[in-house]
């Protein structure tokens, strides 16, 4: 067997409706089920996600408030009013500021942006930034992807005599702030058709608004929130994540042009995939390490040489954010396995002086992904005892419900059911990392840690074509609940698998089923070619797509794990090197089976002696507990038996065969019973006839061995035919007659050799069936 790395979930569908989807829509049965299982349950439901581009957006005026602050925004552009936009230092709070800023541009107001210093000020409003932003006259605040949990600075902006619209997308919290005017998709009460808008969403529906037409020349920013926010990618944030990715391909705005450039990433070939893994994390690395000014200037620029300036900025700040994260990384794994291991903690809070508080969040990316836990990383500033943190977490533990019961040590805190940031005392930390874990043993079982990967679709090798990986294209921009498709395929041989790559860590292979061969590269299991035994068949778990070289187009798999359900048998027969199989073949994993003492004598040095299990007798190897073990069998037993007995347990999911023997019996000059027949009569005539001096002639004489000579006698005297006094071998006068097989040396050297047959001197699949065979008799 192989263990799968994580728990395939593995989606099923109504095969009426897959019907059903195909005929309306002329689509693949595959594609009708990824459809479905994204919960499109009826053709219209089908068809408009399809179609995406013939939708319309929501009237932006459905959202509460939006009516008062709209004609709030038009009254300050009227009167001339400075207008603050009020921002956060992410990818969503960059490009939120940089939409409300065009769009007020657009009027010719009279506005500025202010995004806190992650550091010195936090996530939020603040009171000292409202104070500066007071002193410079400023009469109207509009924030944007944050502010829904500032109530006390929302109290604080009603005594400087400014007025303040909150537009944010993050949980809302049972006390809101009394703001002039909150546009918000979820709040309370809120009639608004669609409730999972980024950031950057809500401040494109205020611009809608404000606008009075759809302003489409924005899309290009408000992709970039929305794709970096992970909301998910469904209803509005999949119209502005479509209709955006097809403007930022013919983006004019001369910032974006100048990021593409340091990405190096063509127009042309513009995915989601661009901004989730190559411009988001630019913009995010400028608030991560510094004030996060730079991003929203190089995303409004029109100079040509400032956005290229800015842009290698951000480049370089970028991989100076991609060496801190590595360097903290490895610190809180560290501190994790010392301090506060898995197997004892459902809940994982790691803390570090001097951390930089701006990539704690990726960290925790980083532990969940390493250790599948809840995971809080805290920055601590002793001096001031504060800790400053984000928490990342796992399917079926509610990040933001589980912290709101922790109010009382969290004066700062918010975000969603997968992710938060914020803010407490140092002395609370421990107290907090009680509490969630008294919490989360509560609603999380051992299963819970096991990572999950969803699958779409059980999908045939004959599915695999490039009409298929096609039609699947329409399904694009992928994204949070809306995943690229995953597809199991189930039981296929593979005719060829090897590793590639510069350090041999990916996996090449070629399965085969019903005659139809697909290619999968497998980036990072280069360590499964040593876990997949010749003809065992595996289910692969990945994502489809189309290898395009030389002007050839072929479908392929892109692998992302690997299970084998069946045992395995792993052969090293002909592995001389004993040495070398446990220095780069064992695992801790494995027990090593051995049935002689003098064999383990031999190899002593070699062996991993505390996982060695000698069998000495049947009885011992009924014992055995190898159900579902990985075990070596270093040599053979004296009978085929003790085999049987060995699994009576249960069967193991490998066995890896090396057989050591001290001699070969089987081509051993094996004596007949004519053999036999010659030697008593021989015997029988010479009388007694010394073994020491005259074997050697007598087996040239007849062309036996003198192994041969000296196995007879032992038969003989086993069976009471012969007497041996020092060396002088001589018949017994009126023996009983007796059959050979009642010599337990014969015996012991038939059975020899008939194991040494079954099991050393056949091929692989002789040999796997000969243990086939074995399970079924130890079973009965």
């Not at 809180?332 to 396995?337: H, T, Y």
């Not at 876990?531 to 187009?553: D, F």
């Not at 008593?680 to 007694?688: E, H, N, R, S, T």
Request: hydrophobic share 40%; charged share 25%.
């Amino acid at each position: 067997m192989l263990q799968s790395k994580k728990r395939w979930n593995v989606q099923e569908c109504d095969e009426q409706l897959v019907n059903e989807f195909v005929e309306n829509l002329n689509i693949t049965p595959l594609v009708a089920s990824l459809l479905l299982n994204r919960g499109m349950t009826t053709v219209e439901a089908a068809r408009e996600f399809l179609h995406v581009d013939a939708q319309t957006f929501h009237d932006p005026f459905l959202l509460h408030d939006m009516d008062k602050a709209v004609a709030r925004i038009q009254q300050a552009i009227d009167h001339n009013e400075k207008i603050m936009i009020y921002g956060d230092y992410d990818a969503d709070g960059v490009s939120s500021t940089s939409v409300m800023l065009s769009a007020l541009q657009q009027f010719g107001a009279d506005t500025d942006f202010y995004i806190p210093n992650r550091f010195t000020e936090g996530y939020g409003p603040n009171k000292a930034a409202f104070d500066k932003i007071n002193a410079g006259g400023y009469q109207l605040v509009i924030t944007v992807d944050t502010g829904i949990s500032a109530v006390e600075e929302t109290a604080y902006a009603r005594e400087l005599d400014f007025d303040l619209i909150i537009t944010d997308h993050h949980e809302p919290g049972p006390v809101l702030p009394d703001a002039y005017a909150i546009i918000h998709p979820k709040l309370p009460g809120s009639t608004y058709p669609f409730k999972e808008l980024a950031g950057v969403g809500v401040a494109f529906k205020l611009a809608h608004a404000l606008l009075g037409e759809l302003p489409e020349h924005l899309l290009e920013l408000a992709v970039i929130g929305t794709i970096a926010d992970l909301v998910p990618l469904v209803d509005e944030n999949r119209l502005i994540a479509r209709k955006g990715l097809d403007y930022l391909k013919l983006t004019k705005r001369t910032g974006i042009e100048a990021l593409l450039s340091v990405c190096g990433v063509k127009r042309e070939e513009i995915t989601e995939d661009t901004i989730g893994f190559a411009m988001a994390p630019r913009i995010n690395a400028v608030g991560r390490l510094q004030d996060a000014d730079p991003a929203v200037h190089l995303l409004m620029t029109t100079n040509a040489e400032e956005a290229k300036g800015l842009a290698k900025e951000i480049d370089a700040l970028n991989k100076e954010r991609q060496q801190i994260v590595n360097d903290i990384t490895e610190e809180a794994v560290e501190f994790v396995e010392s301090m506060y291991p898995p197997d004892e903690n459902s809940v994982l809070i790691v803390e570090g002086e001097g951390w930089n508080a701006g990539v704690v969040g990726i960290v925790a990316s980083r532990l969940v992904e390493k250790f599948y836990r809840p995971t809080i990383v805290l920055s601590v500033d002793s001096e001031n005892h504060i800790a400053k943190g984000s928490a990342r977490s796992i399917q079926g533990f509610d990040l933001f419900a589980n912290l709101s019961k922790c109010r009382d040590i969290l004066p700062h805190f918010g975000g969603h059911p997968m992710a938060a940031g914020m803010t407490l005392n140092s002395e609370d930390v421990e107290e907090l990392r009680r509490r969630l874990n008294e919490q989360a043993s509560n609603v999380l079982t051992q299963q819970d840690f096991i990572p999950i990967t969803s699958v779409d679709t059980v999908c045939k090798t004959e599915e695999i074509t490039l009409e298929n990986i096609e039609q699947m294209s329409a399904l694009a921009p992928f994204g949070m609940h809306n995943p690229k498709p995953k597809v199991l395929i189930k039981d296929v041989h593979t005719t060829s698998m090897r590793k590639i790559g510069a350090n041999k860590n990916h996996l090449k292979l070629v399965f085969e089923d019903s005659g139809v061969s697909v290619d999968a590269v497998g980036f990072g299991l280069g360590y499964i070619l040593d876990e997949v035994s010749p003809i065992a068949k595996v289910s692969l778990v990945g994502e489809l797509s189309i290898n395009e070289w030389n002007n050839m187009r072929k479908p392929q798999l892109m692998v992302e794990d690997i299970s084998v359900d069946e045992w395995q048998m792993f052969d090293y027969r002909s592995a001389v090197d004993v040495k070398r199989f446990f220095e780069q073949v064992f695992t801790d994993q494995m027990k090593v089976v051995a049935f002689h003492d003098s064999t383990i004598d031999k190899y002593k040095s070699m062996l991993p002696m505390e996982h060695v299990v000698l069998i000495q007798n049947e009885e011992q190897a009924k014992a055995c507990m190898f159900a579902g073990e990985q075990i070596v069998l270093l040599d053979l037993p004296p009978s085929q038996k003790w085999l049987e007995a060995l699994f009576v347990q249960g069967i193991p999911s490998r066995i890896y065969a090396i057989f050591l023997t001290e001699e070969d019996h089987y081509f051993d000059t094996i004596p007949t019973r004519d053999h036999f027949k010659w030697f008593y009569g021989f015997l029988a005539k010479k009388g007694p006839f010394d073994l020491k001096r005259y074997k050697e002639d007598l087996a040239i004489h007849k062309g036996w061995s003198k192994e041969t000579i000296d196995f007879m006698a032992k038969v003989f005297f086993e069976l009471e035919f012969v007497t041996i006094n020092n060396g002088l071998i001589s018949l017994v006068k009126n023996s009983t007659k007796r059959d050979l097989i009642e010599s337990a040396t014969y015996r012991q050297k038939q059975q020899q050799i008939e194991i040494e047959k079954n099991f050393i001197y056949t091929s692989y699949v002789q040999l796997k069936n000969q243990f086939q065979d074995i399970f079924k008799r130890s079973i009965e």
